[in-house]
């Protein structure tokens, strides 16, 4: 993606150039021209910006490229509603969901080549997998929870726990 932008007195533009792909396929590069308004701050000093969307040419902070346009618009203009990737789990899923997300950036990490040591002192890579990798523990953890199994599952863990054994 380029992005370039244009500031002259009363016209504001932002041209993006990218490629935007359907169902696994390519397509050509793409090139958007967005209107940017500019209202004073209520603070008094400056101005706040904002993107005017192409389709119902309200103002809008974020512009979106999803499923079901293949050009930068507001969430509005959109006919179904968009979801994020995390609207999509189920409430049992989420700390599963949190897990794989962590591994899965640590794998990308791990391809890098960085230093985790420079004078004695960890470095902000090796803070950040640091991070990561316990947060992925910790996601592990609850993954593994009763309350994060499904009802039948936690009932039948729980009734295994918690039932006298004899010998």
């Not at 380029?2 to 169902?23: D, I, M, N, P």
């Not at 902070?61 to 959109?78: A, D, G, N, P």
């Not at 593994?144 to 009802?151: A, G, K, Q, T, V």
């Amino acid at each position: 993606m380029k992005v370039t932008s244009f500031w002259s007195g009363e016209e504001r533009f932002v041209y993006l150039y990218y490629k935007a792909s359907r169902k696994g396929e390519q397509e050509a590069e793409r090139s958007c021209k967005i209107k940017v308004a500019a209202v004073p701050s209520n603070l008094g000093k400056g101005e706040v910006c904002f993107f005017v969307c192409p389709i119902s040419e309200r103002p809008c902070k974020h512009l979106y490229l999803s499923y079901q346009t293949r050009m930068f618009v507001s969430w509005e203009s959109y006919p179904t509603r968009i979801y994020f990737r995390s609207q999509l789990s189920s409430k049992l899923g989420k700390a599963n969901d949190r897990f794989w997300s962590n591994d899965a950036k640590l794998k990308t990490l791990d391809k890098e080549r960085h230093t985790f040591k420079y004078r004695g002192k960890k470095t902000r890579h090796a803070l950040r997998v640091e991070r990561l990798e316990e947060k992925r523990r910790k996601a592990d953890r609850v993954r593994w929870l009763p309350r994060s199994m499904p009802l039948l599952l936690r009932r039948t863990v729980l009734k295994l726990m918690f039932t006298k054994r004899t010998p």
